[in-house]
């Protein structure tokens, strides 16, 4: 089922560089943090043998969720990883994330939300590519409106809710071809 293609897109990326911030584009209100945050949280994600570097970003409770697809759990979460990422690296993906804002802000989260699009580049030779939409729900340390998430690098559970709510085409190949190869 191509639908299932779509999840190590948004679960790995390239080996030798991750995800990619060349377009992105951070709106009022985005602290400059998480950009790191973002990085250290994706790298782990985009390594299709990482495990704890990880989901050590998560809450015990913590959800990866990709379309129809959910994940509860570190373990469950590593066994969807697991389950959708070659481990063999006949293919490497790449995120590039773009626009980015704060969705929602309570005394207990902030909800960033990021589009972009993911390179799939297989060792075969094509290299495709499809378009997200991703919300990040990150805790706070202090239970407040006005304090910040913790957005530290260093994984300590601070992540409940990592949710692909968007992802077009759905199948993987595309027929979109990437735009690193465009001259």
């Not at 495709?128 to 530290?152: E, G, R």
Request: aromatic residues 12%; negative net charge.
């Amino acid at each position: 089922m191509q639908l299932t293609l779509a999840i190590p897109a948004l679960l790995a990326a390239r080996f030798v560089a991750a995800i990619d911030f060349t377009d992105y584009d951070p709106q009022p209100g985005v602290q400059p943090e998480f950009k790191d945050f973002l990085n250290a949280l994706v790298t782990p994600a985009e390594n299709p043998t990482a495990t704890t570097a990880y989901t050590d970003f998560f809450t015990p409770d913590g959800m990866q969720t990709t379309l129809s697809i959910h994940c509860v759990g570190a373990e469950a979460i590593t066994r969807c990883k697991q389950r959708f990422l070659p481990v063999d690296g006949r293919m490497t993906l790449t995120h590039f994330p773009n626009t980015t804002f704060i969705a929602d802000n309570n005394a207990t989260a902030t909800v960033y939300e990021a589009h972009g699009r993911i390179e799939n580049d297989f060792k075969a030779g094509n290299c495709s590519q499809i378009y997200y939409k991703t919300q990040y729900t990150v805790l706070k340390t202090n239970q407040s409106i006005d304090a910040a998430p913790n957005l530290s690098t260093t994984p300590g559970q601070q992540v409940y809710w990592y949710h692909d709510y968007f992802v077009n085409p759905t199948g993987v190949p595309s027929n979109i071809p990437c735009d690193s190869l465009k001259a």
